[in-house]
């Protein structure tokens, strides 16, 4: 039985090491994988700083931990004697005998059928070579341990983030300095015109604003590192301002449409009428509850209700009248844009498109002047039928109308006031300079910090403001760099060549055309003459205004739409 064991011992042996082959291939497919993980997310975060011998240790670990992993899973999984015999028997084609010797107990192997079997067992097994029958093969998934140990050398090759923290320049931190009070300023100017906004009641204005000063807070706290990056914020936030404006409508081209009206004729309405033309409307509304008031504590005679109704059927008519142009001249405007854009002329209709714009921010006045005018005439009808509690009703309506109108009046001029107010904002962060000479100061020191030299530098801005700073960045002596023009002495001086210059030698090339042409040469030289004067005479549309010239503008052109 000694050859018998050492056989099937050697079969179980072969067994395992061939398990052993076939763990080992995913065993360092997933050590190695782990390791490629790990160096990607070192890489990625830059956790600690990795050589080429930290990923050999590294890899290395990962070979070694994955050869014991597949040690342990074939020792888990290792073949007891019976498998063996019989894995024996199906190699050698030895029918079963080693394994039914194998299965038989040792009372059964005493029998003379046993003692036969296990003869013959071993006559057999001893002819065998045990190392043929169970050769070592080497599984292909044992390949795949290239594909992470490529993928952990490729992301060790990744750039890894710098932690260091960029170094700010003077000039970035001062401009950070300027945005976050400037907005500051800013948001403090919202704040007081939000207290106004509650005070009159104008929620909405007031909702409107506290969004404005919440993104105008975010400037001053927030990481905004350039001038241009927060005026371009501030622009946005102008610019919803703007649209908001817009739907408000225009009040000023309005009360200049109220100028035009007519006397109404003498009566009770006489002050309402007058603070209508002037374009008044807190004293209007006050004028009509006076009114209100007259005609519920029954102060009117017939005679001064009969002239009041006929002045509200005459506003009603010249407000109608008024609206009815409005409406005919924007269809007027339409057919000419039309007919301007089927002729191709697209600065006519760039032009016409301007002012249908001027029409569409009245659209909403327009409408409120209408609703007044229906109110007005209802008044006229109950005053007409001698029903004064009615009439009194519908001047209430009307007082409401007007409230209204004050409202979105206010709303419109703190919308102009903000405005304004980002205006000069984005004015403060784009030229720093003026009035404190901030950046100019910012430069010098700049170009102190960066020199070495013994020379004063000066920093100078658009602004009057001077700074001075030790270097040789900026300033007088060895510079280096980019150094604007400046007022110093470059030891330069200035000569004359006085030269004779006397008669030459003269060449003939050859002969010009004989005869003068005939033609109106000086009309064409006065033509060109009166072209280049109607060229200069043009209008610059390009060139950016001061904002108290362009409201000026505006406003003139405005009055001379209007007839004014």
Do not use: C
């Amino acid at each position: 039985m000694d050859g018998y064991d050492r056989q099937l011992g050697q079969a179980r042996r072969r067994l395992m090491g061939q398990l052993f082959l076939n763990r080992l291939g995913w065993s360092l497919f997933a050590m190695l994988l782990i390791v490629a993980v790990a160096v990607l997310i070192n890489q990625w975060f830059g956790i600690v700083g990795l050589s080429f011998g930290q990923i050999l240790i590294w890899l290395g670990i990962a070979f070694g931990s994955g050869i014991i992993l597949a040690i342990g899973l074939a020792w888990w999984g290792r073949p007891n004697q019976l498998s063996a015999a019989m894995e024996l028997d199906q190699r050698f084609q030895l029918k079963e005998r080693v394994s039914s010797l194998l299965a038989l107990s040792d009372e059964d192997r005493q029998s003379p059928v046993g003692v036969a079997l296990a003869q013959d067992v071993q006559n057999r097994i001893q002819q065998i070579e045990v190392s043929q029958g169970f050769p070592y093969q080497v599984n292909s998934n044992l390949y795949l341990s290239v594909l992470p140990l490529a993928l952990a050398f490729l992301f060790w090759l990744i750039p890894q983030p710098s932690h260091e923290e960029p170094v700010e320049t003077p000039l970035a931190m001062q401009q950070k300095k300027v945005i976050a009070e400037t907005s500051k300023k800013l948001s403090q100017k919202l704040e007081a015109q939000r207290k106004k906004a509650k005070e009159e009641g104008l929620e909405e204005m007031d909702a409107l604003l506290e969004e404005l000063q919440r993104e105008t807070e975010k400037l001053a706290k927030g990481d905004t590192k350039s001038r241009e990056e927060a005026a371009k914020k501030l622009s946005n936030l102008a610019k919803e301002l703007s649209e908001r404006q817009k739907q408000l409508g225009n009040s000023k081209a309005l009360k200049n449409q109220l100028k035009q009206l007519q006397e109404l004729g003498e009566g009770p309405a006489d002050k309402f009428a007058d603070a209508m033309k002037d374009g008044d409307f807190n004293q209007a509304n006050q004028e009509l509850k006076d009114l209100q008031k007259k005609l519920q504590e029954g102060k009117l005679d017939q005679e001064a209700k009969d002239k009041m109704a006929k002045q509200f059927g005459e506003m009603k008519k010249q407000i109608e009248e008024m609206v009815a142009a409005q409406e005919q001249q924007k269809k007027q405007l339409e057919a000419a844009a039309k007919r301007a854009q089927e002729q191709g002329d697209w600065d006519e209709v760039d032009r016409i498109q301007r002012q249908l714009d001027q029409l569409a921010e009245q659209e909403a006045q327009r409408k409120q002047m209408q609703e007044l005018a229906d109110k007005l005439q209802q008044a006229q009808k109950n005053l007409q039928e001698g029903n004064d509690q009615a009439a009194a009703q519908q001047l209430a309506d009307a007082q409401q109308q007007m409230q209204e109108m004050m409202n979105q009046e206010g709303q419109a001029e703190m919308l102009q006031e903000a405005l304004d107010q980002l205006e000069l904002a984005q004015e403060g962060m784009m030229n720093p300079g003026e009035g404190e000479g901030q950046e100019g100061q910012m430069l010098a020191q700049q170009g102190g910090e960066q020199g070495q030299g013994n020379g004063q530098g000066q920093g100078q801005n658009p602004g009057n403001g001077q700074g001075q700073g030790m270097g040789n960045g900026l300033g007088r002596g060895p510079g280096a760099g980019f150094r604007p023009e400046d007022q110093e002495d470059t030891q330069t001086r200035e000569t004359q060549v006085r030269q004779q210059v006397g008669k030459g030698k003269a060449t003939i090339a050859g002969e010009g055309p004989k005869g003068a042409y005939k033609g109106k040469t000086s009309q064409e030289v006065q033509e060109q003459i009166e072209s280049e004067r109607q060229e200069l005479a043009d209008p610059v549309s390009d060139q950016v205004l001061p904002r108290n010239i362009r409201d000026h503008a505006r406003e003139f052109f405005e009055n001379l739409r209007e007839g004014d």
